[in-house]
């Protein structure tokens, strides 16, 4: 019913940065919470941050203060702003998304900080 795309990743040297992009479309209703997630080979799947509809936002202790999460509800768009990328960022982002109190999850986009 409801279909998220991520985009945005990619190859980045350390130090760089990187912008994602996640849209929400289909049969929406309203869009509550969003969120990014990461998993690293051979690592859990782990909070990247949150934010709620009215702009509450919430870090992983990692990333707290080098990553920003923004959105935009016109666009049913929620972004992840990565600065200062470290080679631990190196993981595939999912974005998530909540429609009528389900989730949605993308497929995912890989993300590669070099040395």
């Known amino acids: 019913q409801v279909q998220v795309v991520e985009s945005g990743g990619g190859l980045v040297q350390a130090g760089g940065s990187l912008r994602l992009s996640c849209a929400a479309s289909?049969?929406?209703?309203?869009?509550?919470?969003m969120g990014w997630y990461r998993q690293a080979p051979e690592k859990q799947r782990e909070l990247v941050a949150t934010?709620?509809?009215?702009?509450?936002?919430n870090f992983a202790d990692s990333v707290k203060g080098r990553f920003t999460i923004s959105r935009d509800n016109a666009k049913n768009t929620v972004y992840l702003q990565m600065n200062n990328l470290k080679p631990e960022d190196t993981a595939v982002y999912y974005c998530?998304?909540?429609?009528?109190?389900?989730?949605?999850w993308g497929q995912g986009t890989q993300v590669t900080v070099s040395s």
């Open positions: 998530a998304v909540q429609d009528y109190g389900r989730d949605y």
């Open positions: 289909g049969s929406i209703f309203i869009i509550g919470d």
């Open positions: 934010i709620t509809r009215g702009g509450r936002t």
